[in-house]
């Protein structure tokens, strides 16, 4: 039988986690069209969830980034190296849950464009022999 390692469970975490700041922060700026097609957007039906949600994400990956040394996945350099991104896609959060405009949410999306693989990157480099 086939179970997954912490390490695939890590990533998967991460994958998650970084998929919600991504996704809500596109549609906020797409909700006026989401809203127009009919479509029920958490952006469209439920606009402080839709902040609340990439926010708490953005957060969660600090603390999954913090994970992998005790896992035993990297080194204890991951979550130090790792944590001025984390921080910075956090601070974008913060903004795009608080400022709620089009500004904000676009800059955390593309955030998250770079966000993704550089953590990865960075968890690549410190990764246990």
């Not at 998967?12 to 809500?24: A, D, K, V």
């Not at 549609?27 to 708490?56: F, I, K, Q």
């Not at 400022?99 to 955390?108: E, G, N, Y």
């Amino acid at each position: 039988t086939l179970s997954p390692t912490a390490g695939a469970l890590l990533l998967g975490g991460i994958l998650y986690s970084w998929q919600f700041p991504h996704f809500n922060a596109l549609s906020w700026g797409l909700r006026e069209d989401y809203s127009r097609g009919g479509y029920c957007m958490m952006s469209v039906t439920h606009p402080g969830l839709c902040r609340r949600v990439a926010l708490r994400h953005c957060l969660a990956l600090i603390g999954l980034s913090t994970v992998a040394p005790v896992l035993d996945i990297t080194t204890w350099t991951f979550p130090v190296i790792s944590l001025p991104i984390n921080l910075y896609i956090s601070y974008l959060g913060f903004r795009f849950y608080r400022d709620a405009d089009r500004s904000s949410s676009r800059k955390l999306f593309f955030c998250s464009l770079w966000h993704l693989p550089m953590l990865l990157l960075v968890m690549f480099t410190c990764k246990k022999p």
